[in-house]
């Protein structure tokens, strides 16, 4: 039996009790789904995670890819992996039963991967072959989506997202990997690749990359930027799959996820790579923008599940050691120590932990069911999911991410010397999280996203649903007496952001876009706590109700009581962060714009 790395209880409370996943199979799309299906496949991503993937946590990042002669090996359970997740329909779960999928709302689709990722992040190869899959689906023809998909959902091909260059990370505008017309409508692609996650391995018959790439002659920046499948093995005229001139040049050694490779690719050194076009030319980027909530989301749920896996850790470890007395019993020597849980500097780590970790699933589960909204739902119910969803999906992909960073590191803490040791977990969970923050788009470039684009868009009518939907929770929280104070205190969060706005928007309308940016990252993270005390505030809501109203006993009394508990942590701890933050963004010093001076050593 696997150790904890999830709560079931908390998953089942978040995805029935807050949001009522049930609820999307009133939509014709989601309507062949009811609560026991959604539960059946969230068992079978469990059994698989219990017994194919969380005894390997150690065992696959302590033997990492390598590559030797062109090969790369991997970890031999990840082919076992790939099998059962193909064979369980788990990896198009999220696709439509026309492509072969089980039309599953991405609600149910991202807790899979939050199961996932909890119990062994070092083995995430299935959400890239769906993303992958899913961007074939969505724009390329149905030749190519007949001939790559089926076997990308069995888990016999990978698939890959091939977008950063040496010189192209944050910015993809500067891709430069060319694509040259050949005359018979496919493209002859040269360039070069860095960080490709699975971008080459021996688990699969084949790699499947969807890679950017510039059409000869096509306008330079953003616009010029096209889509294209590149195989590792293409099928021949004679039907034979012959190579497609790929090349694996090296293998990056990373910090963490080490299970992964991420490959640096060479394209078009023998002059013999081909690759198919995507939809339309130079649609290449608004293509990946309109996949990137999921893979946004996919992220959040990696980091949560990571900082998730190392608080159970920290938990149990707490509970069983035992180190010092009490304070009040500090010269009482003859006393036994204590475990450590019961110092309050412990249990302060332990519920910062808890409130992060929580909140983040939360905040995620959320931005996963605005997403199915927006697809299903139609009129102004569509319009409006998919802008709270726009605005939230900056902070649904780093505040897990870089809290979650925090958190783990809490887990090393609460373990003291052995938490900085190989013999417990949390050294690696503390290596394997650091990633989150910086691919699917830095936190830097997400604080821009958010403060530059989707905090003014449509008049800045984004902020304004969140503030109505954020009023909703703040008028059932304010019906019960101890819930009020922290209704009263999120109230004033939402009008101290409105603040700040008050104070940096005429930056912007001067034209000053650096200096109305400049401190945007420190605005997204008291922007994402004010979001997850949001999230806290509505899960201490259906707490609520469900004591007064169901009268609940023994460990399920517990939980609602440590839910409400846990809602007051966040807002007493983590919320009053927000006014420094504040007073920085209002402050008219600014110190960190380009000058002579700076930085001089
Ligand atoms: C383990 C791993 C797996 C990866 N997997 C994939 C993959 O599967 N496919 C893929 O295509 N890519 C992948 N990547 C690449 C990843 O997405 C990039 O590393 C990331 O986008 C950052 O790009 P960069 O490394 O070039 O850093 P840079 O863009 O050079 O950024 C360096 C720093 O400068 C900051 N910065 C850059 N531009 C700005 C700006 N305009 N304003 C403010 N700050 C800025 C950044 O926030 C960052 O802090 C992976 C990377 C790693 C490490």
């Known amino acids: 039996m696997a150790a904890t790395y999830f709560s079931k209880r908390n998953l089942q409370f978040l995805l029935h009790e807050v949001f009522k996943a049930d609820e999307l199979t009133k939509y014709e799309y989601f309507s062949a789904h009811d609560r026991e299906t959604f539960n059946l496949v969230l068992d079978s991503a469990t059994y698989i995670a219990d017994t194919l993937m969380q005894p390997y946590l150690k065992d696959v990042d302590r033997n990492q890819p390598e590559l030797k002669n062109g090969q790369i090996t991997v970890h031999p359970k990840i082919k076992e992996y790939l099998k059962a997740m193909g064979d369980a329909g788990l990896i198009g779960a999220g696709f439509s039963f026309e492509h072969g999928g089980q039309q599953l709302p991405e609600m149910i689709s991202a807790c899979v991967g939050f199961i996932l990722m909890a119990a062994n992040n070092g083995m995430m190869y299935t959400g890239l072959t769906s993303g992958a899959a899913h961007l074939i689906t969505s724009f390329a023809s149905s030749e190519l989506s007949e001939f790559y998909v089926p076997n990308m959902l069995a888990g016999t091909w990978q698939g890959t997202m091939a977008l950063t260059e040496p010189q192209a990370g944050s910015s993809l505008s500067d891709v430069t990997t060319s694509a040259t017309p050949q005359p018979d409508n496919t493209y002859k692609i040269k ?3 860095v960080f490709i996650s699975a971008g080459d391995h021996d688990a699969v018959d084949n790699i499947i990359h969807l890679m950017l790439a510039r059409i000869d002659g096509a306008p330079k920046g953003t616009k010029g930027i096209s889509l294209f499948v590149v195989p590792k093995y293409r099928k021949a005229e ?3 799959f012959v190579d497609n001139d790929v090349i694996s040049t090296g293998v990056y050694h990373k910090m963490g996820q080490k299970g992964v490779p991420a490959m640096h ?11 198919y ?6 649609q290449g980027l608004p293509y990946m923008f309109q996949m990137m909530n999921e893979a946004r989301i996919g992220v959040g749920m990696t980091a949560a599940g990571i900082a998730t896996a190392a608080f159970y850790a920290a938990l149990q470890y707490a509970k069983e050691r035992p180190q010092s007395r009490r304070l009040n019993e ?3 020597l003859d006393a036994p120590q204590t475990a450590i849980i019961n110092h309050p500097d412990v249990r302060r780590m332990l519920l910062f932990q808890k409130s992060v970790t929580e909140g983040s699933l939360s905040l995620l589960i959320e931005a996963a069911r605005l997403f199915d909204i927006s697809q299903v739902a139609e009129g102004d119910e569509k319009e409006n999911a998919f802008l709270l969803l726009d605005l939230l999906m900056p902070v649904a992909k780093s505040y897990p991410s870089e809290m979650g960073v925090q958190s783990v590191s809490q887990s090393v803490q609460t373990f003291g010397g052995y938490g900085f040791t190989e013999d417990f977990p949390v050294e690696q969970l503390y290596r394997d999280i650091r990633i989150t923050p910086i691919y699917e788009g830095t936190t830097g470039i997400q604080a821009q996203d958010l403060l530059g684009r989707k905090m003014t868009m449509k008049g800045g009518k984004a902020p304004q649903l969140l503030f109505a939907e954020m009023s909703k929770v703040i008028a059932e929280a304010s019906t019960f007496d101890d819930l009020k104070p922290y ?9 101290r952001t409105q603040e700040v706005m008050a104070s940096l928007l005429p930056h912007a309308q001067k034209g000053d876009i650096e200096r109305y940016l400049s401190d945007a990252t420190l605005f997204l993270e008291m922007f994402g706590i004010m979001v997850v005390a949001w999230q806290w505030l509505k899960q201490a809501v259906v707490a609520k109700q469900t ?3 169901q009268n609940p006993q023994g460990n399920d009394l517990i939980f609602y009581e440590g839910k409400i508990h846990t809602m007051k942590f966040f807002f007493h701890y983590e919320v009053p962060k927000t006014l420094g933050l504040a007073q920085r963004l209002k402050d008219t010093e600014v110190l960190t714009i380009v000058s002579e001076k700076e930085l001089a050593l």
């Open 238 to 240: 004679d039907g034979n």
């Open 547 to 549: 004591l007064l109203t």
């Open 265 to 275: 690719l060479t394209m078009g050194s023998n002059d013999n790579t081909i690759g």
């Open 191 to 193: 360039g070069q690749k």
């Open 330 to 332: 500090k010269n009482r």
């Open 277 to 282: 076009l995507v939809g339309e030319p130079h």
């Open 487 to 495: 209704a009263d205190q999120l109230t004033a969060e939402l009008r």
